[in-house]
């Protein structure tokens, strides 16, 4: 029998990174023909008005109240599967699924399907992991007698 503690996380974020600084924003929306959520050519400044110091071409996952492995199975979906686009875009960028979890209390998990991890084994990409947890306040000091 299993016996599981915590939960699942609070809440999570997945988006699709691809990354180079060669990377030409129009080109890679024309390959996925998917708009991306975020895009920048290396040296454009950005939101922060600083310089982009690589291309980027992002797509996020809209589903902000979902689970993360419907996340990440929304992002499939919106790709395209054909394996010579993959390959194409391995050979030139980094490929990463980017994931944020985010946690109210010490224990929590998060489970990804095998179907899941498939799909992003056949596009080769690379999932990362970033993991938040709120700290404990500190409590007061002890009053001096």
């Known amino acids: 029998m299993l016996i599981r503690i915590g939960g699942e996380v609070d809440r999570a974020s997945a988006s699709l990174i691809i990354i180079g600084d060669d990377l030409d924003p129009d080109e890679v929306t024309k390959i996925l023909k998917c708009e991306p959520s975020d895009a920048i050519r290396k040296g454009e400044k950005g939101r922060n008005n600083r310089p982009a110091r690589t291309g980027r071409w992002s797509l996020d996952s809209p589903l902000e109240e979902a689970c993360l492995d419907e996340q990440i199975r929304w992002l499939l979906d919106a790709l395209p599967e054909d394996q010579a686009i993959w390959e194409y875009l391995w050979e030139r960028y980094e490929l990463v699924v980017f994931c944020g979890l985010f946690m109210d209390d010490w224990n929590r998990e998060t ?27 500190e409590e007061e000091p002890p009053e001096s007698e």
């Open 111 to 137: 489970i990804l399907l095998s179907t899941t991890l498939a799909g992003m084994g056949r596009r080769g990409l690379r999932l990362d992991l970033d993991i938040y947890a709120d700290s404990p306040t």
